[in-house]
């Protein structure tokens, strides 16, 4: 019967001994675990800030880009209101000067209407002085 305890007392210390054993395996299994999960952690999140910065960067460069774009379209669609304030300038000061012209001929058309009857009229007076100057002279 010792036998058997003898035998005993050695399973059950080999036993314990292999629990032991399995614990610290479990153990050390969960710090690499634990360990391998933080460095998967610490690449993805390295990987997002590597995607962040590309992405920042190609931001960054569209924004440049359409900065530049929108400055040569408010050029040109500044000098093209410039010229477009010329042409209507042009026009407007055409216009008036044609006006201008159109009253001009029409005042000098009637100052030369009026002086042809003021003259007209100062021959007739002129004639009629005459003519009362010879009736005068024949009496």
Do not use: C, P, W
């Not at 009026?114 to 009362?132: A, F, G, P, V, W």
Request: a positive charge.
């Amino acid at each position: 019967m010792k036998n058997i305890e003898d035998e005993h007392r050695i399973t059950e210390r080999e036993l314990k001994q292999d629990i032991r054993a399995l614990k610290v395996a479990r153990k050390e299994q969960e710090v690499r675990h634990a360990e391998y999960l933080n460095a998967l952690i610490k690449h993805y999140n390295q990987k997002k800030t590597d995607i962040r910065k590309e992405y920042e960067r190609i931001s960054f460069e569209i924004q440049v880009r359409f900065k530049h774009r929108m400055l040569l379209l408010r050029q040109d669609k500044e000098k093209k209101r410039k010229l477009e304030i010329e042409r209507i300038e042009n026009k407007k000061n055409k216009a008036i000067r044609d006006l201008t012209n159109k009253h001009e001929k029409k005042y000098q058309d009637i100052r030369d209407y009026y002086s042809e009857i003021t003259n007209t009229n100062m021959d007739i007076i002129r004639q009629l002085k005459e003519d009362l100057g010879d009736a005068t002279n024949t009496k």
